[in-house]
């Protein structure tokens, strides 16, 4: 689990996506782990800043998975 999202995003695209989320009201929660999807929302385990682990609920209609991605290595053999 990260602490801040687009980690690696350049100093140039990170302000303009924290600009879109926030004029969108998009709710950011790092340091946090999925552990349930109902029809109420999410479950959660969240990270505490002291490292304990504290269950969340969060209400939502929607979850979006966001995951990163690296080169493609392909393995040729003779």
């Known amino acids: 689990m990260l602490d801040k999202i687009a980690a690696g995003e350049s100093e140039t695209i990170l302000p303009l ?35 304990a682990e504290e269950p969340v609920k969060i209400a ?3 979850v979006v998975m966001a995951v990163g991605s690296g080169p493609t290595r392909l393995t040729w053999t003779a």
Not at 26 to 50: C, F, P, S
Request: charged share 30%; proline share 0%; aromatic share 6%.
């Open 17 to 51: 996506i924290m600009n879109d989320f926030a004029a969108h009201n998009v709710e950011q929660h790092v340091k946090t782990r999925l552990t349930a999807i109902t029809d109420e929302g999410v479950e959660a385990v969240r990270t505490t800043e002291d490292g």
């Open 60 to 62: 939502c209609d929607y």
